[in-house]
């Protein structure tokens, strides 16, 4: 497991974005988008901040399941991290920052979230085929 998670540690430092999908109960997909992703030095979680719109949390309070997908277009190479929310914590809060986006949605802040999510297994991801077999043995 070490090695794998050295290898995708390694990778995403090379790639600056990632993609987070969430779902609610409805089984509504919400995507977003994040950088920064950091493997923790327990090698069973990993966390990341970003300043997601409210339908990521809100889906993230109704079900904590989450995929991270990490990919490289020039290499067509890729992982796809399958976890569990365990916390989610504000880290920053602003006011009047975008002026266009309070007008909209006025109820709610904006708030830098971080989240840690437990990592419950790992896939490949490319754009061309590929298999779904998880590389983590439970």
């Avoid at 430092?13 to 109960?25: C, G, I, M, R």
């Avoid at 988008?33 to 809100?58: M, Q, R, Y």
């Amino acid at each position: 497991m070490e090695n794998i998670l050295n290898r995708i540690r390694d990778f995403s430092k090379k790639v600056e974005l990632f993609y987070v999908a969430t779902s609610n109960q409805k089984k509504e997909v919400h995507l977003a988008v994040a950088k920064g992703l950091i493997f923790l030095p327990d090698n069973e979680h990993v966390a990341f901040k970003s300043w997601f719109c409210k339908k990521t949390i809100e889906n993230i309070l109704e079900n904590p399941n989450i995929s991270i997908a990490i990919y490289d277009t020039k290499t067509d190479m890729g992982y796809q991290i399958v976890g569990r929310t365990v916390s989610k914590n504000v880290v920053a809060v602003l006011d009047g920052y975008s002026p266009r986006l309070e007008k909209i949605e006025k109820e709610y802040p904006q708030e830098e979230y971080q989240l840690k999510v437990k990592i419950i297994n790992i896939m490949d991801l490319h754009r061309v085929a590929h298999s779904d077999k998880y590389l983590l043995l439970n």
